[in-house]
């Protein structure tokens, strides 16, 4: 009679063979140390850039946009040819006035006729304007000096206006032979006055 192997020697109850010198075996075991350590790193990293990110926002300055100028010879051209009176540019302004608009065209507020307008950055960096039309519309006025009212001043033939409000609008205003002519803006009354002493009908832009 044969003797049967005894329960547990064979099939799959068979016993691991142990491990060779050196051999690495999987334990079975999660690795508590490197899940601490990774995070950890990512805590870290998450302090690196919000101290980054305040340092950024504190630091961090908008660029000012570069003033665009224009070269304004093609509209004081067109306005000089059928304005019917004498169109008005500035002669030998100061370095640092820049021109930023030119046009004769028809506004709303102008109608029925048409007005010069010449817009400027000034070396101060305060906006200054003119507006000249040959417009009985009172609208024209109201909108060239953001409605303001007249001060009651008047500087060599200049009528000074001024409108209301945290940054009023300063304007210089004459009416010569039908003419309403406007020099206004956020600059000072001195630099307003300088651009309308400038005026000439026969100025033309610098090349």
């Known amino acids: 009679m044969t003797e049967q192997p005894a329960e547990g020697a ?16 999987p334990t079975g075991r ?3 140390r490197l899940g601490k350590t990774i995070a950890d790193m990512a805590r ?21 946009e570069a003033i665009r100028s224009v070269d304004a010879t093609e509209a004081l051209t067109a306005a000089r040819a059928t304005a019917g009176y004498p169109v008005l ?14 046009r004769w065209d028809l506004p709303l507020e102008a109608e029925p006729d048409p007005a010069w307008h010449l817009g400027f950055v000034t070396p101060e960096e305060a906006y200054a304007q003119l507006g000249q039309s040959a417009t009985t519309n009172p609208a024209y006025l109201a909108g060239q000096t953001d409605t303001g009212q007249p001060t009651g001043d008047e500087v060599e033939g200049w ?3 001024e409108s209301s409000g945290a940054e009023p609008t300063r304007s210089l205003v004459r009416v010569a032979e039908g003419v309403t002519i406007v020099v206004s803006g956020t600059a000072s009354w001195e630099a307003l006055l300088d651009l309308a002493q400038r005026l000439s009908p026969t100025a033309i832009p610098e090349r």
């Open 10 to 25: 064979t099939g799959d109850h068979r016993m691991a063979s142990p491990a060779e010198p050196g051999e690495l075996r």
């Open 30 to 32: 999660p690795n508590a």
């Open 44 to 64: 870290s990293m998450v302090v690196v850039l919000v101290v980054v990110g305040a340092i950024l926002l504190v630091t961090w300055r908008p660029q000012p």
């Open 89 to 102: 540019f500035p002669e030998n302004l100061p370095q640092g006035w820049v021109v930023t608009s030119a």
């Open 159 to 161: 009528q000074r206006w």
